[in-house]
């Protein structure tokens, strides 16, 4: 098993994968970089868990959607159209909740 570490809004993270597969994680790593960033920008500093969560959010609802065959409707369209704020609080809310869930354990 190989190790590779990645970086995060910032912050390097070692991950483990198949050895020969270092590449692909380095890709993916870099395409969540990207959305945590992007969600970052809009909600500003919330903490890394919310960052992630939401990030995690919008990557799951726009694969939903590619293999619904819609790929031009992700929630990146959705919030566009929708109050940034009210997307945001929502998100805000369920990262709360799965935190509180997680500290519970």
Known sequence: MAT??????????????????EERVRILAKQFDGHVRQVSGEVGHVGD???????GLMLADELHEV?????GASAVAA??????????EALNAVAARLEKIAQGL
């Open 4 to 21: 590779v570490t990645v970086e995060i809004n910032g912050r390097p993270y070692a991950v483990g994968c198949a050895d020969g597969q």
């Open 79 to 88: 919030a566009a159209s929708a109050s940034t704020d009210g997307v945001a």
């Open 49 to 55: 868990i919310r960052l992630f969560l939401m990030a």
């Open 67 to 71: 293999r619904l065959g819609n790929p």
